[in-house]
């Protein structure tokens, strides 16, 4: 977030999450285990209040209608006393969670929606932050992420690619997985099941490897430095084996090599092999693992006394949901987690990329005053984009 809110801002932005809450109290369901999580908030204006505990859900219900708070978070831990100090909580165990956000997805539309501000001068211009302002050659310099259709889009098939992968290679039923929408740039996938609750931050950190596939080596397939073709015949993996193996397979299905048709994958990788030889075939290998591995957050998995935006509760970026999404294939971000009003609001706007709310366009804003539904003037004044008049 960048720069700061008045008053006047603040509070339409307040009310309207008051509205929601007041009206909201089906849609908020407690987190499983409730008792044993922490609970944390920010109220508007003001910074995070931590180590809260909740007996009953009726109480922490009475806290968003009375606060209606900028942010609510709970712990993916279960602790034995959730509201003593960190080191004192007594961790018990926790969800096993996956962020991916589309910030981390370093994608081209990026630069026709972000913007930066030089902190030293003050120049503002849309697209990724440079490493020093063209203008007064200063450092220190912010970019307001933005996630557009296409960068919400490509989130989703990340969390996509995590489903298939924890269902098919760490055999986790479809029932203990939940993907939720996060309200803003992506996706939280988490796990409850008692196989995985226990895990220490180095076992979380080794899936977090394997998902995105990270350590994987031409050796993991069969591929040493000396392999002859026959070798790699033998060895490289077929269509249809288990884990990456055969994830790769299906990959190498899909590349060129000259003489090649659709036959036998193996044959066709050997002879490209024994073409560009080890090091060139290694980097390709890269490549291609960035293409297929899922791109997670590994900080966020490996840390266990984290704390996640409450599903059910308003993100207070955007004014959007964080919710949980039945069918992933079929959810639309930009419509199905809008829950404000469509109340005509005057706001000022400094800059505003294209904004895409419930199938309407709301064009790029340059220092302009205009009447917007509630809905859009809460998403770019959560961004200090836009401020009510
Ligand atoms: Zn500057
Ligand atoms: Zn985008």
């Not at 000396?226 to 884990?243: C, D, F, K, M, W």
């Not at 390709?284 to 984290?306: N, P, Q, S, Y």
Request: with cysteine.
């Amino acid at each position: 977030m960048e720069g700061s809110l008045d008053e006047k801002t603040l509070n339409l932005m307040k009310q309207a999450f008051k509205q929601y809450y007041f009206k909201a109290g089906d849609r908020i369901s407690p987190p499983s285990r409730m008792n044993e999580r922490e609970f944390g908030y920010i109220p508007f204006g003001g910074s995070m209040i931590r180590h809260l505990s909740f007996k009953t859900f009726g109480e922490l219900y009475a806290l968003l209608v009375r606060e209606a708070p900028h942010s609510v978070f709970y712990s993916a831990a279960y602790y034995l006393e959730p509201t003593l100090p960190m080191h004192e909580k007594g961790w018990k165990g926790g969800d096993l969670i996956f962020d991916i956000d589309a910030d981390n997805l370093q994608l081209p539309c990026r630069k026709d929606h972000n913007l930066w501000t030089c902190k030293g001068c003050g120049l503002k211009r849309i697209g990724s932050r440079p490493k020093k302002c063209p203008n007064c050659d200063g450092g220190s310099i912010s970019e307001l992420n933005w996630a557009c259709e296409k960068c919400l889009e490509a989130a989703k098939n990340e969390a996509l690619k995590l489903i298939d992968i924890l269902m098919k290679d760490f055999g986790i039923n479809k029932n203990e997985i939940k993907v939720y929408f996060s309200g803003n740039m992506g996706y939280h996938v988490s796990v409850e099941s008692k196989e995985f609750e226990e895990l220490d931050q180095a076992a979380r950190g080794e899936i977090a490897d394997y998902v995105s596939g990270r350590g994987l080596i031409p050796e993991s397939i069969g591929v040493f430095k000396r392999a002859t073709y026959e070798s790699l015949v033998e060895n490289l993996p077929r269509i249809g084996e288990p884990g990456w193996r055969g994830r790769l397979a299906a990959s190498f299905a899909n590349w060129k090599v000259d003489g090649f048709g659709d036959g036998d994958t193996r044959e066709k990788i050997a002879a490209l092999y024994g073409k560009i030889r080890y090091s060139k075939f290694k980097k390709r290998l890269e490549v291609e693992m960035l293409k297929i591995g899922v791109r997670i957050d590994t900080m966020v998995t490996t840390d266990i006394h984290r704390i996640f935006r409450m599903p059910g509760t308003l993100h207070g970026e955007t004014g959007l949901l964080k919710m949980l999404c039945d069918d992933l294939v079929s959810f639309n971000p930009l419509n199905d987690a809008v829950v404000l009003s469509d109340e005509p609001v005057d706001v000022f706007i400094e800059y505003s990329p294209r904004l895409q709310l419930k199938d309407q366009i709301y064009p790029p804003f340059k220092r302009e005053r205009v009447k917007l539904p509630l809905m859009v003037a809460v998403y770019l004044a959560g961004k200090c984009l836009a401020r009510v008049v």
